[in-house]
């Protein structure tokens, strides 16, 4: 089901896919990040569709929410990986879509080497 919105260039829909493969290859490119989804999955390569398992949406007229699970690289300061990856994710898909990002959840799911 797609998430439509409008400006003044006319109306937009952006799909559920396309905003999970935005916030996820969002996240992936963030310092720390070993991967999106959950512990028993390798989900590390951008190149793979499959990322957006871990990304969740929730939408509501023109806004967006975003839950995503993420795994973390050791050694790495969670709080700052965190503020990386919520920006990022904000910053991209509020681009990508036009619509607000009300909310980014992030659940770490695991810590790898």
């Known amino acids: 089901m797609a998430i439509s919105t409008s400006n ?9 896919e396309a905003i999970r493969t935005v ?5 992936l490119e963030c310092y720390g990040i070993w991967g999106v989804g959950r512990k028993r999955v390798v989900r590390n ?8 398992n871990g990304v969740r949406v929730w939408a ?4 967006v929410g975003i839950y995503i699970d993420l795994i973390i690289c050791f050694g790495m300061p969670v709080d700052e990986i ?8 904000k910053y991209n898909v509020e681009n990508f879509s036009g619509m607000e990002v009300l909310f980014v959840d992030i659940r770490v799911m695991g810590i790898r080497k």
């Open 8 to 16: 003044l260039y006319g109306n937009i829909a952006v799909s559920r």
């Open 23 to 27: 916030a996820g290859l969002a996240a």
């Open 45 to 52: 390569t951008a190149s793979e569709i499959r990322l957006r």
């Open 60 to 63: 509501s007229k023109n806004k």
């Open 82 to 89: 965190i503020n990386s990856v919520r920006n990022s994710i």
